[in-house]
Nanobody, 115 residues
Framework: QVQLVESGGGLVQPGGSLRLSCATS????????MGWYRQAPGKQRELVAR???????YYADFVKGRFTISRDNAKKTVFLQMNSLKPEDTAVYYC?????????WGQGTQVTVSS
C-alpha cells in the first residue's frame, strides 16, 4: 500500500511563501506522475501543477510564474514552492500519484492566505 503524506501548509500573509512537501512510500514513485491539487470550500478540486516521471511540468494558468513543482526521486518526495500567495490560494492542497490506472491521494494540508 502506497502512502502519500503532505506537509508544509499553514497560515501565511498575502505575498508570502510556503513550500509543500509530499513524501511517499513504496517503489512506484520514480515512475509516477505526481500532481498537486487544491480544493477550496464549496468548490471542486482542481489541478494546480503536475510533474511527470521525466520531470516535464504543467501548471494551471492561475499559478504560472508563482508556483514551482519539483521532485526528488531519491527521497520519494514531490514539492510545491508557492510564492506571491494570494487570498484566493486558500484551500486544502492534495498530493496525487498516478501510474497508469493506479491512483493514490494524500490526506491534504491546509493553506490559508490571510492578513
Amino acid at each position: 500500500q502506497v502512502q502519500l503524506v503532505e506537509s508544509g501548509g499553514g497560515l501565511v500573509q498575502p505575498g508570502g511563501s510556503l513550500r509543500l512537501s509530499c513524501a511517499t512510500s513504496g517503489s512506484m514513485f520514480s515512475r509516477s506522475t505526481m500532481g498537486w491539487y487544491r480544493q477550496a470550500p464549496g468548490k471542486q478540486r482542481e489541478l494546480v501543477a503536475r510533474i511527470s516521471s521525466g520531470s516535464n511540468t504543467y501548471y494551471a494558468d492561475f499559478v504560472k510564474g508563482r508556483f514551482t513543482i519539483s521532485r526528488d526521486n531519491a527521497k520519494k518526495t514531490v514539492f510545491l514552492q508557492m510564492n506571491s500567495l494570494k487570498p484566493e490560494d486558500t484551500a486544502v492542497y492534495y498530493c496525487k500519484a498516478t501510474l497508469g490506472s493506479i491512483v493514490y491521494w494524500g490526506q491534504g494540508t491546509q493553506v490559508t492566505v490571510s492578513s
